[in-house]
Structure formats: structure tokens, C-alpha cells
């Protein structure tokens, strides 16, 4: 894996928006890991270290099944967070025009539910420590330094 | 393929919901492709013909792969309807326990950009011969039945 820049391939720099709104947890082969900077939902995001894909279907099948492997190991690492009645998986990318695919643990008395997270009020920024927690269970569990 | 119960496979039966919102496109080799009832997004829907699943982690390699394959299968078609701005590809199931696949195609002015679909008011029913005319040109060119 290289996120050198080369000919054919321009250096990755994640979108400001996705950038402002959470934290790196670290990267995984094809994609970095961020942890989105809301308390009501464990809603971690993928974004495929590829400098100009918006939509999912340009991935070829190689970076879709690397894709699928990276949301299956974060799914579960994120149901192993406990009490976790659904997981949500989804590219919308309607604001932020970067390949990214949301993936959030859902549970039947948060905030949201069964609505969509999106569009579901303003974000709740974590407690420092809370996150430092979650980031270091995050960054353990899936190996990242 | 078969969709024959066995020992291991129960046989696959259409979530009741799902049946109810949609109109059958046809079958392709893991799933079954719906057409949401909603003239206000081209909205298809994907499920793949596994009874008990409801959440993407729970398919095998193979079958993602395949599963990716349609997206990028339907993304393509729903892309050659013209005046699309943006897809949007999401597994929720907050409401409906029976895995399933949203592949919508969004226009910046459509009514719920720059929402998500979900929650964005009831769905709209197509007129009989506008539904008739996206069913054919959708099957043709998926080369369904």
C-alpha cells in the first residue's frame, strides 16, 4: 500500500468537512478510519485513500473487496462495543463529494432510531476522556499503532 | 444459483414491507431487485436471497463480491436514466429486519437533496404507465426476462 503520489494516481488528502467533524482512528490497507465526533452514535467512516472518487460503484474489484473486508472488521469491532441492536452501512456523500461510507452501531433507544443518523440534529462532541477511551479500544482492537 | 430449501438454506421469502413499498425488477444472481413505489427518486433496492440475514457483515467473501457487483451493476443503469447527480447505496433495516440494499439516484433538486431519502415525507406512487415504461427500460437493460 502507497499513498505516494504518482502519475496516475494523485496524492489522497481527506475532504476539510470530513476532516473538521471526527477523529482518525487510523488507517486500514485501503481506507483511514475516523470516528465521528458524535457521542449519541458509535459511527465510525471509512474513506478510501483515493483522491478522486465520489461514488461506490468507481472502486474496482479489488478496492470493493478490500472495502467490504474494512466494513466487516469495523462492523464488528463496533458490535463488540455491546449493546448494539443494528448496524447502518451507507455511501451517501450528498454534502461532502469524497468516497466515504458511514458505518454506525444503532440501538432502538438512541437518539435517531429507527430514523436515519443523518439530518437527526447537531452533532454532540464526546467528553475528552470518553474519547480517548473509545479511540484507544478502537485503535486496539483493530491493530492501528 | 437456486433459491430451493435445503438442510442449511431456508427457503427465501420477501420481507412483507418490502413486498408492499416496491414493484419486483427482477432476479439477478444473489438478489432480487425491487423498485421502490416512489416516483420522487429512481430508488431500487437489492435483496439478496438469503433468508436470515440482516445485516452486510453476515455475508461471506463471494457473496459480497457479488452483492458489489450489482450495486455497481444497478448504479450504472440508474446513472444511464440521466440527470443524476449522485448516488446514494445504504444498508439501514432500522424498520425492515431482512438485509437489503438502497441504491437511489439523487438530483440536486429532487425533495429531499441534500437530505437523506429516509424520512424525507411519504413516498410518492408512480402513474401505471410511468412505472410500466421504468420497469421495461430497467429489465431490458439489466437484461431481465
Redesign the interface.
Known amino acids: 500500500m502507497t499513498d505516494e503520489p504518482s502519475m496516475s494516481q494523485p496524492a489522497f488528502e481527506l475532504h476539510p468537512q470530513l476532516a473538521a467533524d471526527t477523529f482518525v482512528v487510523g488507517e486500514l490497507p485501503l481506507s483511514r478510519l475516523l470516528l465521528m465526533n458524535d457521542h449519541r452514535f458509535p459511527w465510525c467512516i471509512l474513506v478510501p485513500r483515493r483522491q478522486e472518487l465520489?461514488?461506490?460503484?468507481e472502486l474496482d474489484?479489488t478496492e470493493?473487496?478490500d472495502l467490504?473486508?474494512e466494513?466487516?472488521r469495523v462492523?464488528?469491532r463496533l458490535l463488540a462495543l455491546g449493546h448494539v441492536d443494528?448496524?447502518?452501512?451507507?455511501?451517501?456523500?450528498?454534502?461532502v463529494p469524497q468516497l466515504h461510507v458511514h458505518v454506525v452501531a444503532?440501538r432502538t433507544n438512541d437518539a435517531a432510531?429507527?430514523?436515519?443518523v443523518?439530518?437527526s440534529g447537531p452533532a454532540q462532541p464526546y467528553a475528552p476522556a470518553e474519547v480517548k477511551t473509545l479511540l484507544t479500544n478502537l485503535r486496539t482492537a483493530l491493530h492501528l499503532g
Open positions: 465520489r461514488d461506490l460503484h474489484a470493493s473487496a467490504f473486508a466494513i466487516r462492523s464488528l443494528k448496524l447502518n452501512v451507507a455511501a451517501l456523500g450528498n454534502r444503532r432510531w429507527p430514523g436515519p443523518w439530518g
